[in-house]
Structures are given as C-alpha cells and as structure tokens.
C-alpha cells in the first residue's frame, strides 16, 4: 500500500465489508426470536460501528491529505468527510430469507474470517506502521468475532438454546 490511492482504495473496501456486516447483523437481530440471540447480534452490531468509524475517520484524513490518525484518535474522534456511498441505489440483501439462527451463525462465520484475512492482507501491504496497526487491530476483531460465534453456534446446535457468553475484546495500548 504505497500510495494515498491504495490506502483509500483498502479503506473503502473495508468500510463497505464492516457495513455489510452491520447490516447482516441488523437482519439477525430483527429474526431471532430469543432474545440472548438479539442481544449478541447487538453487540456485533455496535462493533461494525465502531470499526466503520475508525476506517472513516482515518479515510477522511487521508483524503484531505494528512497521514494516517493513530488508533486512539480514529476510534475517538467522528469522521468530517461525507459518508462513502457505496451503494447508491440501496443495500443489497445479506440475509437470505429462510435462514435459521444457526445458519445465520454459520454465515456469519464465515463473513467473519474473510474480514480477518482481508485486514491481514492489508496490513500486509501497508507501508506505514499506523496503518499496520490499524489493520491489525480490526483482524484481531474479526478473529474474536469468529470465535465468539463459534462459541455460540456450537452451543446453540449441542442444546437447542442461546446462551450467554462474554466477548474477549482485544487490547491496545494507544
């Protein structure tokens, strides 16, 4: 990722996964039915946020020709620039319509473990430490999003019932 073209090209793709996501996430929630099921979708929900947050931010700084925010600042601060509108002409689906909660797991597995290799292939090629941080960062997320589904598909497929787990967030010093 040498130039400030790669960068938001990378970034772009990224905000457009972690909306996918939240937007997946959404559908989960309104489907479920058990509400242990919703509030976990919930938390995943929050957390797409948060990293649409921090890839907006640190788009809108790259953009505006500053270098890259560290960790601390992008997941603080609120991003300036307009939104990317990635889909102009509405969302697609991400949910297909009969999907159970545990295939909804399952896709969101899955979803999850691309995101992981994504962000480690960026941080692969970012050039500058702050965006290796930053893509590090995102796939310890997605890492900890996957186990933390596992967790519960496993769970749900063994007993026929949610439960509730605690999400191991990963640490940083920023």
């Not at 489907?31 to 788009?59: A, V």
């Not at 297909?96 to 992981?116: C, H, Q, V, W």
């Not at 941080?123 to 997605?142: C, K, M, V, W």
């Amino acid at each position: 990722m040498e130039d400030v073209t790669s960068a938001l090209s990378a970034l772009s793709q990224a905000i457009g996964v972690e909306l996918d996501g939240r937007r997946f996430y959404t559908q989960c929630a309104e489907r479920t039915q058990d509400p242990m099921g919703k509030s976990m979708f919930q938390s995943l929900i929050k957390d797409e946020e948060q990293h649409i947050r921090i890839l907006q931010n640190e788009y809108d700084r790259l953009a505006g020709g500053g270098t890259w925010l560290d960790l601390g600042q992008a997941r603080e601060g609120t991003p300036v620039g307009p939104s990317l509108k990635l889909f102009p002409n509405g969302a697609p689906a991400t949910l297909p319509p009969a999907t159970n909660d545990l295939l909804a797991l399952s896709i969101a597995m899955d979803f999850e473990r691309k995101g992981y290799s994504n962000y480690k292939a960026a941080a692969g090629q970012a050039t500058d430490p702050i965006a290796r941080q930053i893509f590090d960062y995102l796939a310890s997320f997605e890492e900890v999003h996957y186990e933390y589904l596992e967790k519960h598909r496993k769970y749900l497929d063994d007993t026929g019932t949610w439960a509730f787990f605690e999400m191991e967030r990963p640490i940083y010093d920023i």
